[in-house]
Nanobody
Framework: QVQLVESGGGLVQAGGSLRVSCTAPGSIFRISVMGWYRRAPGKKRELVARVTSGGSANYTDSVKGRFTISRDSAKHTVYLQMNSLKPEDTAVYYC???????????WGQGIQVTVSS
């Protein structure tokens, strides 16, 4: 069973910053599109950002200019740097590894991010 291990969530005031991290097995990380999704209370899960193995990233409109996704191949880790956080960013954030050649998704257990107003 593939495990994606997330860390770094927590509570922050509006306007603050947090970074969440996700480490995957190297064999999965190297060939996967790595991404972060989130599910806010009462809402559907949505894609926040994703980055290809080649480093190409895309973001949902609501986080553009505030969030940055990056990946470290040596550490098999993907990061989501979240700046200028807003209360509406409050959600459980899920790490995702997508192998398009199969296709198959792997998911982390989720990590809580809470932004207070």
């Amino acid at each position: 069973q593939v495990q994606l291990v997330e860390s770094g969530g927590g509570l922050v005031q509006a306007g603050g910053s947090l970074r969440v991290s996700c480490t995957a097995p190297g064999s999965i990380f190297r060939i996967s599109v790595m991404g972060w999704y989130r599910r806010a209370p009462g809402k559907k899960r949505e894609l926040v950002a994703r980055v290809t193995s080649g480093g190409s990233a895309n973001y949902t409109d609501s986080v553009k200019g505030r969030f940055t996704i990056s990946r470290d191949s040596a550490k098999h880790t993907v990061y989501l740097q979240m700046n200028s956080l807003k209360p509406e960013d409050t959600a459980v954030y899920y790490c995702n590894a997508f192998r398009p050649e199969v296709p198959i998704d792997y998911w982390g257990q989720g990590i809580q991010v809470t932004v207070s107003s």
